[in-house]
């Protein structure tokens, strides 16, 4: 597909439900790959088309946040192109699915973590996986790829320090790319999590949603929330969810970026996203700290047809 062509397809926000969801079946045609996919590990995937949109809040978002009086988010904004398509898990990873991939169970909030008392008598397969550090979700990326077939799209590097209960503490990080099992960017964690929308929150300007769950001080199970306009849950769920990103922007962006990825990492610390209902929330944490994670792969746009 030529570059003309390519930004012709490209979603820009704003775009509602039936726009995004146009879309979506439509990069699934042009690609010929199916809108939705399940792997052999129980993870249902929705493909998420390109766009172009304003990363960061805007103007406009902290003068709502101040007016419903929270801090205003302090932290770049430039324009974003997203070029490719995407297979996004609609879901975090839960224990279960981490635990038949990796062979262990590093969440606190489980029948034998630390914090179990939190769940007596809970059910928490279907918890998101907590107690998984940046380096861990590396490797679950390229353990998902091996299993399905796939070349990894990541590489370690010769050092890497690995603790007693199998946690990566430490390791250098190459991306090979491909079509790989990966994490999102933080850019695409924000395009994913907006889903078309330009207001304080993916499905409005008020702090609480109808179906949104008070503070409980523990998880739930993933997907007991509403969708966005692609599909997507647990953007808002209990801790934020790891992305790939380290973060040395500067306060001024030159742009548009194209598929922007930040890869300086010189305090070792990485950018997760989506605690407090807030979509654009960012954090900045040490990488071996522990956080939840969801599965993405880059759908190749070679495949769609010649003559589309």
């Known amino acids: 597909m030529n ?6 397809l490209l979603l820009k926000l704003p ?32 493909l998420v088309p390109p766009g172009e949109f304003r990363c960061g809040a805007t103007k406009e978002v902290n003068q709502e946040l101040e007016r419903q009086g929270f801090s205003k988010i302090d932290e770049p904004i430039f324009d974003c192109i997203l070029t490719k398509p995407m297979y996004v898990g609609i879901h975090r990873i839960t224990q279960n699915q981490y635990w038949k991939l990796m062979g262990i169970n590093p969440s606190a909030y489980a029948a034998s973590g630390y914090l179990a008392s939190h769940v007596e008598g809970l059910d928490t397969w279907q918890f998101p996986v907590e107690g998984v ?41 190459e991306i090979i790319g491909g ?14 999590a907006r889903a078309g929308t330009s207001t304080v929150y993916f499905y409005g300007n008020e702090e609480r949603r109808p179906d949104w769950k008070v503070d409980i001080g523990r998880p739930w199970p ?9 599909g997507i849950y647990d953007l808002d769920m209990f801790r934020n969810e790891w992305v790939f990103d380290a973060y040395s922007y500067e306060d001024q962006v030159e742009g548009p970026l194209i598929d922007p990825v930040d890869l300086e990492n010189e305090d070792n610390e990485r950018v997760a996203r989506g605690h407090d209902s807030f979509h654009r929330s960012m954090e900045i944490a040490g990488a071996a700290e522990s956080r939840n994670f969801r599965f993405c792969r880059t759908i190749e746009v070679e495949a769609v047809r010649r003559d589309d």
């Open 15 to 46: 775009f509602d439900l039936e726009a995004a969801v146009s879309a979506q079946e439509a990069w699934a045609r042009r690609c010929r790959v199916p809108l939705r996919m399940t792997d052999s590990l129980g993870v249902e995937s929705i």
């Open 179 to 192: 079509t790989g099992y990966r994490l999102l960017t933080s850019a695409e964690w924000e395009w994913v």
């Open 133 to 173: 550090s940046w380096y861990d979700c590396i490797e679950a990326c390229n353990n998902m790829s091996e299993r399905e077939g796939l070349p990894a799209y990541y590489r370690f590097g010769e050092f890497m320090l690995r603790e007693s209960s199998g946690a990566i503490s430490d390791a250098e990080v």
């Open 222 to 230: 993933v997907g007991v929330e509403a969708a966005n306009n692609f």
């Open 3 to 8: 570059a003309e062509k390519r930004e012709q």
